[in-house]
Antibody, heavy 121, light 112 residues
Framework: EVQLVESGGGLVQPGRSLRLSCAASGFKFDGYAMHWVRQTPGKALEWVSTVNWDSSLITYAAPVKGRFIISRDNTNNFLHLQMNSLRVEDTAFYYC??????????????WGQGTLVTVSS | QSVLTQPPSASGTPGQRVTISCAGRSSNIGTNFVFWYQQFPQTTPKLLIHRDNERPSGVPDRFSASKSGTSASLVISGLRSEDEADYYCATWDDNLSEFGWVFGGGTKLTVL
């Protein structure tokens, strides 16, 4: 059974940093791209970042480019999101999402339960 | 403003057929597979349709989808009360200046 468990969310002041992690299990982690998708409560889903299976291709959404860094640890089956220079508008639930294949553009299938990041002074 | 355009709401009565549209452009829907996700309140999204029109195992055949040019559609036949949820379309965008995944704004389906 595929399991994606996010951690690291919380309340943080604008301008500060936070690191999210996602523990993956139930599938061959290094065979799939992984993604972060966020959702402000009551609002639409918003793609944040994608890393392909071997980290050779990493992409970011425009609002987070230059501030967020996605990374993966294929030895220990973890996905991370380093979020720097946080803004109020980054407040959202952040979902760790498994890709359907190794490439970045092949779609997502399984979603974690999400971790809430609140950016507020 | 979402890159993919969905109607904010849709509705139908039990047993009816409902269609939810998703409009994009040549760099996204026109070139890449479309995916549909279902999300109930306070829950995580679930994959409903992948690769334009394929149902993952476990998804009822009441759900179907199609794509034509730069638009896609999700069709729910024989509407049930438990289908009341938010529905999102998504696809990869090959826009040279800003490639990545794009979502629709979501459609809230109400079963009357």
């Amino acid at each position: 059974e595929v399991q994606l468990v996010e951690s690291g969310g919380g309340l943080v002041q604008p301008g500060r940093s936070l690191r999210l992690s996602c523990a993956a299990s139930g599938f061959k982690f290094d065979g799939y791209a992984m993604h972060w998708v966020r959702q402000t409560p009551g609002k639409a889903l918003e793609w944040v970042s994608t890393v392909n299976w071997d980290s050779s291709l990493i992409t970011y959404a425009a609002p987070v480019k230059g501030r967020f860094i996605i990374s993966r640890d294929n030895t220990n089956n973890f996905l991370h999101l380093q979020m720097n220079s946080l803004r109020v508008e980054d407040t959202a639930f952040y979902y760790c999402v498994k890709g359907e294949g190794p490439g970045s553009s092949v779609g997502f299938d399984y979603w974690g339960q999400g971790t809430l990041v609140t950016v507020s002074s | 403003q979402s890159v993919l355009t969905q109607p904010p709401s849709a509705s139908g009565t039990p047993g009816q057929r409902v269609t939810i549209s998703c409009a994009g452009r040549s760099s996204n829907i026109g070139t890449n597979f479309v995916f549909w996700y279902q999300q109930f309140p306070q829950t995580t999204p679930k994959l409903l349709i992948h690769r334009d029109n394929e149902r993952p195992s476990g998804v009822p055949d009441r759900f179907s989808a199609s794509k034509s040019g730069t638009s896609a559609s999700l069709v729910i036949s024989g509407l049930r009360s438990e289908d009341e949820a938010d529905y999102y379309c998504a696809t990869w965008d090959d826009n040279l200046s800003e490639f990545g995944w794009v979502f629709g704004g979501g459609t809230k389906l109400t079963v009357l």
